[in-house]
């Protein structure tokens, strides 16, 4: 058995909590290799990814899991830590279920974000917003295409294109619905829209979202929170279901609404 640790080391103090990570997988006889940061896995024969640190840190390594087909045991040492299924002081525990085989898969619907030819894949959403840029147009117009019917046209500080995995991330800050991780669902929120009809919508994971820069500022692209592209008036970003799953391990008897009232009630 063999895994591939993640740690994020902002949040190490004194390098005390990972070097406890590792002497846990080598106590329990689990093989691993370590990564910082952005580091890709030259190997391939890992059983699971661990991600030490918050939020942030497991985003960024599911396109990691994706590409490599590997499900994902999170350990928060971050602040919120709502996609992580395992606390700090929790960690020993997370290695003996891991090794013992009794954690249960938990799969993410994922987005796929497709931008000048390049493709991005998104757990929590993609989002279009419009850049800050001194003495310029302070909005922008997206026309918003979902399969064949042109929806509507928002103009305002952009639109979230969220997963339900993503629903209680950003698009919840801005008035989105909350869906539950199970639902085969897409939802747009428009950010800041400067009319009184521009508002959140749920569809089917099976449509696809066509996003057009119609003019106004320029737009950035985001994934998962990272600037990824730049848009002017005419381009376009196509937004769609990723044929493979983002997958977690976690502890039997995993209750979404448990977790979405512990994390989010005191916010």
Known sequence: MKVLLYFNPDKEINGDYFAEIKRLFIKHGVDFDCAVNDREPQATDYDAIFVVGGDG???????????????????????????????????????????????????????????????????????????????????????????????????????????????????????????????????????AAHSISAKPFVCSADENFVLTHEGGAKAGLFVDGKLVGVLEQGDSVKVSKAERKTVFLRKKGFDFFARLNDKLQER
């Open 57 to 191: 840190t497991l985003l960024r390594r599911t396109e990691t899991a994706n590409k490599h087909n590997l499900p994902i045991i999170g350990i928060n040492c971050g602040k919120l830590g709502f996609l992580s299924e395992f606390e700090a002081d929790e960690a020993e525990r997370a290695v003996i279920l891991f090794k013992k085989g009794e954690l249960v898969k938990d799969e993410r619907l994922t987005l796929k974000i497709s931008f000048k030819g390049i493709d991005y894949y998104a757990l929590n959403d993609a989002v279009v917003s419009r850049t800050y840029e001194q003495d310029k147009r302070m909005v922008v117009s997206l026309s918003v295409k979902v399969g064949s019917c042109g929806l509507q046209k928002i103009t305002g500080d952009g639109v979230i294109v969220a997963t339900p995995t993503g629903s209680t991330a950003y698009s919840l800050s801005a008035g989105g619905a909350i869906i539950a991780p199970d639902v085969a669902a897409l939802s747009l929120t428009p950010i």
